[in-house]
């Protein structure tokens, strides 16, 4: 069956460091790869789209890669601080489907001052 | 726009009564999806439509769980009867089909508490 994998333990880094969140998947072949933001209390919110045929993508502070060899995404912020603080899911989407989207568990990132 | 709309904000009840959750979709939007939010689970689809059509319940828990589009701008999601187990965040979110970057724009959710 498929299955999303993403670091279950809380990531914690300082603020101005790097921080960078795995996503890796299996029994999926998808066309692209999308990551959300989630905050205490809110929906998840869009934040990045890669599609297969895309190495790398890059939004202001955010950066994602997409290895479909490996089967993993990376998602990266730079000069990270405090705001980055939530949860960030990834949800791969195949090309054959019809719409269907499915999350990983998510990893809760903390950004301390 | 208002965004995707979903009501009540929270619900608490008691086992055995029936639950009804709402949804109002971002209007223009073809693909509605009701997901289930728990800290052992995670985010899990329960199920979505398109054009207003079910198009895969596989992830209703059991037949206690039913969900209709009776029009493009409002879905229900009922349980009934419900129980203790099914205390969760609730999700609604919608998204245009066919759109490329096809993202789902979520509601705020729906706390549900069953005693």
């Known amino acids: 069956s498929q299955k999303i994998e993403q670091n279950s333990e809380a990531l914690n880094i300082q603020e101005g460091k790097t921080a960078t969140l795995t996503c890796n998947y299996t029994?999926?072949?998808?066309?692209?790869l999308q990551w959300y933001r989630q905050d205490p209390g809110r929906g998840p919110v869009f934040l990045l789209l890669?599609?297969?045929?895309?190495k790398e993508k890059r939004k202001e502070r955010l950066k994602v890669t997409f290895d479909t060899t490996l089967k993993q995404s990376l998602f990266h912020i730079t000069a990270s601080q405090p705001a980055d603080s939530a949860t960030y899911l990834c949800?791969?989407?195949?090309?054959?489907?019809?719409?269907?989207?499915?999350f990983g568990q998510g990893t809760t990132l903390q950004v301390k001052p | 726009d208002a965004g995707v709309i979903q009501s009540p904000r929270h619900e608490v009840t008691e086992m055995g009564q029936e639950v009804t959750l709402r949804c109002k979709p971002i209007?223009?939007?073809?693909?509605l999806f009701w997901y289930r939010q728990t800290m052992m689970r995670g985010l899990e689809l329960l199920i979505y439509?398109?054009?207003?059509?079910?198009?895969?319940d596989s992830g209703m828990p059991e037949d206690r769980f039913s969900a209709k589009m009776p029009n493009a701008s409002f879905s229900t999601l009922k349980i009934q009867p419900s129980e203790p187990r099914d205390s969760a965040v609730y999700f609604c979110?919608?998204?245009?089909?066919?759109?490329?970057?096809?993202?789902?724009?979520f509601g705020s959710g729906t706390q549900l508490s069953v005693l």
């Open positions: 439509f398109n054009n207003n059509v079910p198009i895969d």
């Open positions: 209007s223009g939007h073809n693909s």
């Open positions: 979110a919608s998204s245009f089909r066919g759109q490329p970057n096809e993202k789902l724009f």
């Open positions: 029994n999926y072949s998808p066309a692209y």
């Open positions: 890669i599609r297969e045929n895309e």
């Open positions: 949800a791969p989407r195949g090309s054959s489907n019809t719409g269907k989207l499915i």
